[in-house]
């Protein structure tokens, strides 16, 4: 059986990565330089589509198990929940900068950035909190039992951006990671 706390991780350090391409085009539109549209509209498609199909329905039910288990935990874990909604929020609006700015329409540039800035903390923030306060509580409390009920939440599927076969909408970003 795989890990899935292994693979909860190694999503987080992917992601983290994205996100700090992520920033590094915020930082171009920052200097007034063209930012790549493009590659922002992949990385927040990988993120969103990823994370709500094959990222966080494992957490979810490691989530539940932890609370049966550790009863105290509720309070992040609830918090954690919440921050996937606002997350999502935050991702789909700035899409919706991002389509307007890709699309020659005049974004003021404080609505793109503060988009951006917004999602990028969020995100940052609830990859922390994962690592510092839930994953290592999980370690110490869930069952054999418990990491296998995460295990089967989602049907093993190769990832379409860090995987072996890279899908061809995340050639570019791929070859942008690994630059």
Do not use: C
């Amino acid at each position: 059986m795989a890990n899935p706390l292994a693979n909860w991780h190694t999503d987080h350090v992917n992601f983290a990565r994205l996100l700090d391409l992520l920033e590094e085009q915020l930082a171009a539109f920052h200097r007034a330089e063209s930012p790549d549209y493009e590659l922002m509209g992949d990385i927040l498609y990988y993120l969103r589509v990823y994370s709500d199909r094959f990222h966080h329905p494992p957490e979810d039910v490691a989530y539940a198990r932890l609370v049966i288990r550790d009863p105290a935990i509720r309070l992040i874990v609830n918090r954690l929940l919440q921050e996937h909604r606002v997350i999502a929020t935050a991702g789909e609006e700035l899409v919706n900068r991002l389509n307007e700015a890709s699309g020659d329409a005049l974004v003021p540039r404080a609505a793109l950035e503060a988009a951006t800035a917004t999602y990028l903390v969020y995100y940052r923030h609830h990859l922390s909190t994962e690592e510092r306060e839930v994953m290592p509580r999980a370690v110490q409390v869930l069952t054999e039992e418990d990491w296998a009920a995460v295990a089967a939440a989602v049907p093993v599927s190769p990832d379409p951006l860090f995987g072996d076969i890279v899908l061809e909408r995340f050639v570019a970003l791929r070859r942008k990671i690994a630059s």
